[in-house]
């Protein structure tokens, strides 16, 4: 799986509500962000400025 940022919202003891807020978004399109990589590259750099985080810290690439 790509998306961590579900395990990184867990480790800034912060939900998905909070991030919605923060970000001024609708909190079902970030319910779907947590759940899969479907937020544009903006929202993504916006979700990792707001957490703190590299945005690579909310990706996890896997080698094949």
């Known amino acids: ?3 961590r940022l579900k395990v990184v919202l867990v480790e800034r003891k912060r939900t998905s509500k909070w991030l919605a807020e923060t970000l001024e978004k609708n909190e079902a399109t970030i319910s779907v962000g947590v759940q899969s990589i479907v937020a ?3 929202t ?3 979700i990792a ?3 703190n985080v590299d945005v690579k810290d909310l990706l996890v690439l896997t080698k094949k």
Do not use: C, Q, R
Request: hydrophobic share 60%.
């Open 40 to 42: 544009s590259l903006e």
């Open 44 to 46: 993504l750099f916006a």
């Open 49 to 51: 400025k707001v957490l």
């Open 1 to 3: 799986e790509l998306n």
